[in-house]
């Protein structure tokens, strides 16, 4: 009988001969490192969110894959605006190198300043507005030929909702409830 992988260890599961955690586990050398960095993601991923990103991906693929979730959820910790992106942008990869080697150590990381996460040190957002439509001819004449030039809403729909209404306001009205002085000031 085989033992657990410390991956498998520390998440109390079952290790099998296939286990997809045991080959993310070789690049780090301490059974300890190994425990800290699974037991870190189990927390920040869940564990079965981890599995299922773990298996996601070809097996030559998954250590990458642990890798890369690793310094993802350090660098979301150290910058929770832009994550190791925002860090490897900015030039300071080194906190989220940091990051992963506290977690390694078993240590907790330090979160970067709020202000610091979002003045600069992050890659540049543009706006886009997913709306936007071209105002060339082209687009014009594709768009009158799908029927899609007049998008305003018709005004009977409103007029029939505001009759019906001034029905049921009447149909009060004349039970005893004096509202239909306030349905005529609705329109």
Not at 101 to 116: F, R, S
């Amino acid at each position: 009988m085989r033992m657990s992988c410390n991956g498998c260890r520390v998440l109390r599961k079952g290790c099998s001969d296939d286990c997809s955690i045991r080959p993310c586990l070789a690049w780090i050398k301490s059974p300890e490192a190994q425990a800290n960095a699974t037991v870190f993601l189990a927390k920040f991923y869940g564990r079965a969110g981890l599995m299922n990103l773990i298996n996601a991906g070809p097996d030559h693929l998954r250590p990458g894959i642990f890798r890369s979730l690793l310094h993802e959820a350090c660098g979301r910790i150290v910058n929770p605006i832009y994550g190791s992106v925002g860090l490897l942008w900015s030039g300071n990869w080194q906190l989220c190198q940091a990051a992963v080697e506290a977690v390694m150590k078993g240590e907790p990381i330090t979160e970067m300043a709020t202000d610091a996460a979002t003045n600069g040190q992050g890659p540049p957002l543009k706006m886009y507005d997913i709306r936007h439509i071209s105002k060339d001819e082209s687009s014009a004449v594709a768009a009158a030929a799908a029927g899609l030039t007049d998008l305003k809403r018709p005004k009977a729909r409103r007029a029939k909702r505001l009759a019906a209404v001034a029905k049921a306001a009447e149909s009060e009205g004349k039970s005893g409830g004096g509202e239909a002085s306030h349905v005529s000031s609705l329109g």
